[in-house]
């Protein structure tokens, strides 16, 4: 097994640390990173492929990555169901799977986050108020404890270790096989359309109104360019397609050109010229608006559909010196446009714009998983991303932000970024003390870690503020 000393970012740019890393490819191995750290007293962080915005998987001490635990163990496409090691990506399993018709129904964002990161996040799609988290197709893992044992669990053996690891954020045992619950899809592309319109109580009233009809949902507002004063959203919902029934990701690799003209291997360069950033922010502001790029019907991939941000501008990670902060909130629908509208009022007092907005609809996964960034009722999510600059002023706004999500019922997606402290991540997350409860259980030496749980879970720690 290789390992080696490195630092590593969250995904957005904005915090790192520096850990020995140990690529393990077996269970094996996991359990000899264990007896290592236990001899040298250290602790250790999960990392499936990086891609959390914030510290989720970052550590100072010991890391293990996942990236090369990534075997297929069982493919039966007669039951749907397929068995992972936990270093699978999402692309991975869109790449086996769809041309027999099938697909994990849960589609992320980002294609290359690994399984093993999803359960941990319990994280969603564009489809999650149809289909809920990643947590829900899951059928049974099987987990290496902190003490060495081994254990299978799923909804009816060990369903309490089964439902704390997933959205266990790491914490609770290193999970080396997964079994997956697939769905039958009749095309991999989908009919989208599209609305534009002006004002926040148009979008709700638009949003409320196609939700229930639609598979995938994403409203974009623009928060950032010049004209944002005026705001303009555009709401993009789709269907599978009813008109183009093929099982292929004939568009699904990434294009050779960012904005469709810029070749990418000039990117690197061109990122670095001084009024590129300002070109972002008013690229993205339009494009939320539907000032360019602007249609009412299109059918396209699911993979065009779903991951936007691979197609269009990939690694726009790297366009913000200090990174970027990514700021997702959700609230009970019924409040999110007197939320929603507070929260502007608060960014403008302190001249922040956004680099992207997006609202999407959340409901209850009618599961019980401890850390779940899911709602106890119909809910509006708020997606909001600032350029890292002005990081004092940004770090005064989350302050405020977190006390009205507070007064409004929400709470904070751990995926993204998250600055909250222990007493308001309790109010926030009401399966916060089991949690704590399961991880003495199965942790009781408390060899899982990460700097997101020394900054929240546990007081004043030197991370306080690095999110
Ligand atoms: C551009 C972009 C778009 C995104 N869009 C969405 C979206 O639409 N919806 C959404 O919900 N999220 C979204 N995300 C967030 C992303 O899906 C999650 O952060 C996901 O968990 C990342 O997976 P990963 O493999 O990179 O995990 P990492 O970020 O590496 O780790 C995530 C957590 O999993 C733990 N972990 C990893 N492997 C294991 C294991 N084998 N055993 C135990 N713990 C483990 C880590 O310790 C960590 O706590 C997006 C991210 C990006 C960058």
Known sequence: MKNEVKK??????????????????????????????KTESKKISNIGS??????????????????????????????????????????????????????????PGIRYASVGGCLSNNVHGKNVYKNNYFGNHVESLKVILSNESVLFCDRSKNSDLFFSIISGLGLIGFVYEIT??????????????QIKNKRINNLIHDYTKFINECDFSLALIDNGSIFRKKQG?????????????????????????MFGIIPKI???????????????????????????????????????????FDHTIPKYNYF?????????????????????KKT????????????????????????????????????????????????????????????????????????????????????MYPGYSKFVDMKKKYDSEDLLTSNLYKRIFLEKSKFYGQY
């Open 8 to 37: 590593t970012y969250g995904w957005s740019r904005t915090t790192s640390d520096t850990s020995n890393i140990f690529y393990v490819e077996s269970k094996e191995d996991i359990i000899k990173v264990i007896k290592l750290a």
């Open 50 to 107: 990086g891609k959390s915005y914030g510290d989720n998987f970052l550590n100072d001490e010991v890391s293990i990555s996942f990236a090369k635990f990534n075997k297929v163990l069982n493919y039966d496409k007669k039951n749907k169901k397929v068995t992972v090691e936990p270093g699978v990506t999402i692309d991975d399993l869109l790449r086996i799977t769809v041309n027999d018709g099938l697909m994990f129904p849960v589609l």
């Open 180 to 193: 997956l619950n697939l769905e039958e899809i009749e095309t991999y592309f989908v009919d989208q359309y």
């Open 233 to 257: 959203y555009k709401l993009t919902y789709s269907n599978y397609s009813e008109k183009v029934s093929k099982l292929n990701l004939d568009q699904h690799e990434l294009k050779p050109f």
């Open 266 to 308: 000039f990117v690197p360069f061109i990122l670095k010229l001084p009024f590129m950033k300002y070109l972002m922010y008013q690229f993205m502001g339009f494009w939320s608006s539907g000032k360019v790029g602007y249609f009412k019907e299109m059918t396209v991939s699911l993979s065009d559909y779903n991951f936007q």
């Open 320 to 340: 913000f010196k200090k990174g970027l902060i990514e700021y997702h909130c959700m609230i009970p629908k019924a409040l999110f446009e007197e939320f929603y």
């Open 344 to 427: 502007i009022i608060k960014m403008k007092k302190e001249k922040l714009k956004t680099v992207f907005t997006a609202i999407k609809y959340y409901q209850n996964s009618g599961e019980n998983f401890l850390l779940s960034f899911e709602p106890e009722e119909d809910s509006l999510g708020l997606s909001i991303h600032f350029d890292n600059k002005h990081k004092k002023k940004i770090d005064t706004f989350i302050d405020q932000l977190n006390e009205l999500i507070l007064e409004y019922n929400g709470k904070v997606y751990f995926a993204k970024n998250i600055n909250i402290n222990n007493d308001q991540l309790q109010m």
